[in-house]
């Protein structure tokens, strides 16, 4: 029952993007096209799920032993930005296309405020592993989901008649708070 | 005391893994120190290349470029030609 309601909050009700705030910038940034939506989808998942399980661990059995829990934001940072690193080396050998079309949004995984916003709660909510999996996992499929959507909505909005001063970034500011409107319950 | 070792030893892991990946992944061309050995060493970077080491790593794709190199004269000039043509050969 915990974990159903852990999978639905992380999805929906609790949004990373729409309820939360957390990585506006590759939200609005990388939202333009939808293949460029779902690879920085795919790669915040992939980044996410992995510093979780990293995070989780090094807090649990290096942290808490030696009561120095008060490195935990540094270290986790720590860990983000190597496994960035570690993706970027990856992917621009074996799969250039994505790499080249992420271009800059890439080693900005590191500063996405929502990947070190899911490890942190991961640790303030007491999740055990199995919750801490399904959280991590569902909060970035949650931020995939929303950026996808966006992005669709972003194409449609390009080809229709915009008034002039609010073509481009102010009618996508619009669409994303009318979305974040829906994600927490208002309307 | 204990924080700055388990930073810094997290770290010294961290960076580790990261250069071993780097290195296995990404192997360097055996060539381009062979072509950095042939040229004048002077970083002027008329080429366009910004360096020495620059150009070497551009001739690893385009085996000519080396002819934008304008310090490039006389025996050094030779003994880079030479040295492409037993590559071509080999």
Same mark, same amino acid.
């Given at each position: 029952?915990?974990?159903?309601?852990?999978?639905?909050?992380?999805?929906?009700?609790?949004?990373?993007?729409?309820?939360?705030?957390?990585?506006?910038?590759?939200?609005?940034?990388?939202?333009?096209?939808?293949?460029?939506?779902?690879?920085?989808?795919?790669?915040?998942?992939?980044?996410?799920?992995?510093?979780?399980?990293?995070?989780?661990?090094?807090?649990?059995?290096?942290?808490?032993?030696?009561?120095?829990?008060?490195?935990?934001?540094?270290? &986790?940072? %720590? /860990? *983000?930005?190597?496994?960035?690193?570690?993706? @970027?080396? #990856?992917?621009?050998?074996?799969?250039? =296309?994505?790499?080249?079309?992420?271009?800059?949004?890439?080693?900005?995984?590191?500063?996405?405020?929502?990947?070190?916003?899911?490890?942190?709660?991961?640790?303030?909510?007491?999740?055990?592993?199995?919750?801490?999996?399904?959280?991590?996992?569902?909060?970035?499929?949650? &931020?995939? %989901? /929303? *950026?996808?959507?966006?992005?669709?909505?972003? @194409?449609? #909005?390009?080809?229709?008649?915009?008034? =002039?001063?609010?073509?481009?970034?102010?009618?996508?500011?619009?669409?994303?708070?009318?979305?974040?409107?829906?994600?927490?319950?208002?309307? | 005391?204990?924080?700055?070792?388990?930073?810094?030893?997290?770290?010294?892991?961290?960076?580790?893994?990261?250069?071993?990946?780097?290195?296995?992944?990404?192997?360097?061309?055996?060539?381009?120190?062979?072509?950095?050995?042939?040229?004048?060493?002077?970083?002027?970077?008329?080429?366009?290349?910004?360096?020495?080491?620059?150009?070497?790593?551009?001739?690893?794709?385009?085996?000519?470029?080396?002819?934008?190199?304008?310090?490039?004269?006389?025996?050094?000039?030779?003994?880079?030609?030479?040295?492409?043509?037993?590559?071509?050969?080999?």
């Amino acid at each position: 029952m915990n974990l159903i309601s852990i999978v639905t909050s992380a999805l929906l009700t609790e949004n990373v993007v729409l309820t939360k705030f957390l990585g506006i910038c590759p939200f609005m940034g990388v939202s333009t096209k939808r293949r460029n939506a779902i690879s920085m989808g795919i790669s915040v998942m992939l980044v996410v799920t992995l510093s979780s399980i990293i995070t989780w661990t090094l807090y649990h059995f290096l942290l808490v032993p030696t009561k120095t829990e008060y490195l935990k934001t540094v270290l &986790f940072v %720590l /860990v *983000i930005a190597s496994l960035v690193q570690l993706l @970027e080396i #990856i992917l621009k050998r074996y799969f250039k =296309q994505i790499h080249d079309m992420l271009g800059l949004y890439l080693p900005l995984i590191t500063t996405n405020c929502a990947v070190l916003g899911i490890v942190l709660l991961n640790i303030n909510n007491d999740y055990n592993f199995i919750e801490m999996l399904t959280y991590s996992i569902c909060s970035s499929l949650g &931020f995939t %989901l /929303v *950026i996808y959507i966006f992005s669709s909505m972003r @194409e449609k #909005i390009n080809n229709s008649d915009v008034p =002039q001063p609010f073509k481009g970034h102010p009618i996508a500011l619009i669409t994303a708070a009318i979305m974040a409107l829906l994600f927490s319950r208002y309307v | 005391m204990i924080g700055i070792v388990i930073l810094t030893g997290t770290a010294l892991v961290l960076g580790t893994i990261l250069v071993i990946v780097d290195l296995t992944i990404n192997k360097k061309d055996e060539r381009e120190e062979e072509f950095l050995k042939r040229l004048p060493g002077y970083n002027c970077g008329t080429c366009g290349y910004g360096s020495c080491s620059g150009m070497a790593c551009e001739m690893c794709k385009n085996i000519d470029a080396y002819k934008k190199c304008r310090p490039l004269r006389g025996d050094k000039l030779k003994e880079m030609e030479e040295y492409l043509e037993n590559l071509k050969k080999d």
